[in-house]
């Protein structure tokens, strides 16, 4: 029997209620990490139990138990600053200029080493910042050779800016975070608890970055297999969901979910 009638109980409540913060206790106490269905996945979870049935399974098949669910809005996202939280490495790469990263020598040998080049580093959003579109840098990031990961929350790629041979860090970025930020958008974010190892929970609930080369029997596997018949957009830009990195990572991921002011509370009780 499972063990998440909770979770069961949020579905209800998230195909009733477009956006509504639900939550079972508000100190999440035992929670040690966090998942999120990205907007790619969230915007149609109305429609598409089946996509919902076969994430309940996962969860119950690797250990683990939802603890508070919050649906979350475009504007409450960019207000509150929460995507960047999250992605907290991603960010802080992706904001830095080729001085701060010519600054860390340690950090720009391994660029360098990994990536074969020894051009100027820029990270996309301080690409952004002085012009550059999500859309151009997007385009930067797919035009040439596949992205090369330097540690977790740092891929690189060479690009040619303007004629200009460069590395651009986490090009992915800010096309990911304005996607997050939009009106019309909305996430998922459930915190849990799980004995299972991170690894296992990434490689086998999760799947890979890049969904086409997932586990087929992880969430993002099974829904690359079956992307035409539940007609979501799901690539290596758009992954459908989000689980943290590590227990560390976790853990600072739902100090952050503590943190939100809840404005409509629905009370879910369990199955």
């Known amino acids: 029997m499972s063990k998440n009638g909770f979770l069961q109980s ?3 409540e998230i195909r009733c209620k477009h956006r509504s913060h639900l939550y079972k206790k508000p100190s999440f106490d035992a929670s040690n990490g966090l998942i999120i269905l990205k907007p790619e996945l969230a915007n149609s979870l109305i429609n598409t ?20 669910c919050h649906i979350l809005p475009g504007g409450y996202l960019k207000e509150h600053n929460l995507i960047n939280g999250v992605y907290e490495k991603a960010y802080v790469y992706a904001s830095m200029s080729p001085n701060e990263f010519a600054a860390n020598q340690e950090l720009y040998a391994r660029i360098v080493a990994l990536s074969g080049s020894e051009c100027e580093v820029y990270g996309s959003l301080s690409l952004q910042r002085i012009g550059y579109s999500s859309q151009r840098l997007m385009a930067l990031w797919h035009c040439g050779e596949p992205a090369v990961r330097i540690e977790e929350g740092l891929y690189v790629v060479k690009a040619d800016l303007d004629g200009k041979k460069v590395i651009l860090a986490n090009g992915f970025y ?10 019309k958008s909305r996430s998922i974010f459930f915190t849990f608890y799980s004995d299972t190892s991170f690894d296992v929970l990434k490689c086998f609930l999760q799947g890979s970055t890049n969904p086409e ?7 993002r596997g099974f829904l690359y297999r079956n992307k035409d018949n ?6 290596i ?8 990195g590590c227990q560390q990572d976790g853990i600072r991921e739902v100090d952050l979910m503590r943190a939100i002011k ?4 629905v009370e879910v009780n369990e199955l």
């Not at 539940?230 to 690539?235: H, Q, S």
């Not at 809840?262 to 509370?265: G, T, Y």
């Open 10 to 12: 949020c579905f209800r």
């Open 49 to 68: 139990k089946e996509v919902f049935s076969y994430f309940h399974q996962l969860c119950d098949k690797y250990g683990v138990c939802i603890d508070s």
């Open 174 to 183: 800010p096309l990911q975070l304005s996607h997050f930020l939009a009106d």
């Open 213 to 219: 080369e997932s586990h087929p029997d992880s969430l």
């Open 230 to 235: 539940f007609r979501i957009d799901i690539n």
């Open 237 to 244: 830009s758009r992954n459908a969901m989000h689980l943290s």
């Open 262 to 265: 809840v404005q409509n509370k």
